[in-house]
T-cell receptor
Framework: DTAVSQTPKYLVTQMGNDKSIKCEQNLGHDTMYWYKQDSKKFLKIMFSYNNKELIINETVPNRFSPKSPDKAHLNLHINSLELGDSAVYFC????????????FGNGTRLTVT | AQKVTQAQTEISVVEKEDVTLDCVYETRDTTYYLFWYKQPPSGELVFLIRRNSFDEQNEISGRYSWNFQKSTSSFNFTITASQVVDSAVYFCALIAQGGSEKLVFGKGTKLTVNP
């Protein structure tokens, strides 16, 4: 029944490692997103895909690479993790890229030690 | 560029009090959409409401109401007779039709409702 599901929920890893976060939506939405929420709760968009096509790519280090194998999936791979990458990462989807409400996953809390 | 300001960082009230969360936005576009999201302590983000720039009617949903005023670029959120379960961080957000298709969030207001 879960609309937007992301795994894992928690991710603890050491600096320099590579990790991935997976996201899937079963809402039939065309657009998917990755948002980062920092320790002060500030939410900032990282990437947006529409029908597997990258449409928004914020100023994010190249170490972050999104991949959308199909429009129901948007994964986030992070290379050479740094302490500053520690945050909660939210996947979201929306019906279209204009003004539809975002449906968020439950977040992945990434801790880099 | 779009901007959303939630000047109240934290608000604390006692149960049954009414509370208003402020949201002021900036955009040069004439067509835009405003949203409110709730993030309870469990961490998920829940959509509450969407309002487009051409619809200034206030909205009421149970104990929640929203006051959209274009003249002051504000989209305030009022909770009537607050309850402990209303404790959460509330985010106001904006997307402009002619903008970069990015939903821009305010920094959030943390509401604590004490019993």
């Amino acid at each position: 029944d879960t609309a937007v599901s992301q795994t894992p929920k928690y991710l603890v890893t050491q600096m320099g490692n590579d990790k991935s976060i997976k996201c899937e939506q079963n809402l039939g939405h065309d657009t998917m997103y990755w948002y980062k929420q920092d320790s002060k709760k500030f939410l900032k968009i990282m990437f947006s895909y529409n029908n597997k096509e990258l449409i928004i790519n914020e100023t994010v280090p190249n170490r972050f690479s999104p991949k959308s194998p199909d429009k129901a999936h948007l994964n986030l791979h992070i290379n050479s993790l740094e302490l500053g990458d520690s945050a909660v990462y939210f996947c979201a989807s929306s019906q279209d890229r204009q003004n539809s409400p975002l449906h968020f996953g439950n977040g992945t809390r990434l801790t880099v030690t | 560029a779009q901007k959303v300001t939630q000047a109240q960082t934290e608000i604390s009230v006692v149960e049954k009090e009414d509370v208003t969360l402020d949201c002021v936005y900036e955009t040069r576009d004439t067509t835009y959409y405003l949203f409110w999201y709730k993030q309870p302590p469990s961490g998920e983000l829940v959509f509450l409401i969407r309002r487009n720039s051409f619809d200034e009617q206030n909205e009421i949903s149970g104990r929640y109401s929203w006051n959209f005023q274009k003249s002051t670029s504000s989209f305030n959120f009022t909770i009537t007779a607050s309850q402990v379960v209303d404790s959460a961080v509330y985010f106001c957000a904006l997307i402009a039709q002619g903008g970069s298709e990015k939903l821009v969030f305010g920094k959030g207001t943390k509401l604590t409702v004490n019993p």
